[in-house]
């Protein structure tokens, strides 16, 4: 079964500095996939980016990227130049073979200080 | 772009009282995934749906029980309500097969049961 942990529960970032969210994972599947989900507090489930675990490049979408590596089992969210609308929950989370469920992480909590 | 429609947003109920939750996924997409999200908690996977049929179920209670319908519209049916129950339920649908794993989050429905 999959497993993912995310291990910072809370992070308290000041504006426009770049922060790392941890997250690594434990799975069987030969072919994987890690997903990066924010949660502002309004409660949404918002997509913000997806690595395969084949993709030979680490994954980008604007400001955020993802230091995916393999060996280490880790796929850590990194979001540059924070601004104050980043504040939320943030979850890891990857699909289960078969019918691709998801298994999420506890998620951490980001809070950008102005 | 289409996006994942649930409905309603706010429910409020009593202890004892049923509740019934819709989703309307993204045309096209052939299945539907429910999950809840208790306070403070990560989701967690309920129940699936691929082409009309149930694919798959996680930690539901015998209490709910859910259906996917000619339309591909998806409901969740929830008896016996309990204090318990009270969390945020997400849909989320999917196009099988297409290249991405992605599944499209609903705004979800917030259930308070008192």
């Known amino acids: 079964a999959q497993k993912i942990t995310q291990t910072q529960p809370g992070m308290f970032v000041q504006e426009k500095e770049a922060v790392t969210l941890d997250c690594t994972y434990d799975?069987?599947?030969?072919?994987?996939?890690l997903f990066w989900y924010k949660q502002p507090s309004s409660g949404e489930m918002i997509f913000l980016i997806y690595?395969?675990?084949?993709?030979?490049q680490n994954a980008t979408e604007g400001r955020y990227s993802l230091n995916f590596q393999k060996a280490r089992k880790s796929a850590n969210l990194v979001i540059s130049a924070s601004q104050l609308g980043d504040s939320a929950m943030y979850f890891c989370?990857?699909?289960?073979?078969?019918?691709?469920?998801?298994?999420f992480g506890t998620g951490t909590r980001l809070t950008i200080i102005p | 772009a289409a996006g994942v429609i649930q409905s309603p947003r706010h429910l409020i109920k009593e202890k004892r009282e049923t509740a019934t939750l819709k989703c309307y996924p993204i045309p096209r997409h052939d299945t539907v995934y429910w999950y809840q999200q208790g306070p403070g908690q990560d989701p967690q996977f309920l129940i699936s749906?691929?082409?009309?049929?149930?694919?798959d179920k996680g930690s539901i209670p015998d209490r709910f029980s859910a259906q996917q319908f000619s339309d591909y519209h998806s409901e969740l049916n929830m008896s016996s309500l309990e204090l318990g129950d009270s969390a945020l339920y997400f849909c989320?649908?999917?196009?099988?097969?297409?290249?991405?794993?992605?599944?499209?989050f609903g705004p979800g429905t917030r259930l308070t049961v008192t």
């Open positions: 989370a990857t699909p289960n073979f078969g019918n691709e469920k998801l298994t």
């Open positions: 799975t069987s599947d030969p072919s994987y996939g």
């Open positions: 989320a649908s999917r196009l099988t097969g297409a290249f991405t794993y992605e599944q499209y």
């Open positions: 690595q395969g675990s084949y993709d030979q």
């Open positions: 749906f691929y082409e009309k049929m149930q694919s």
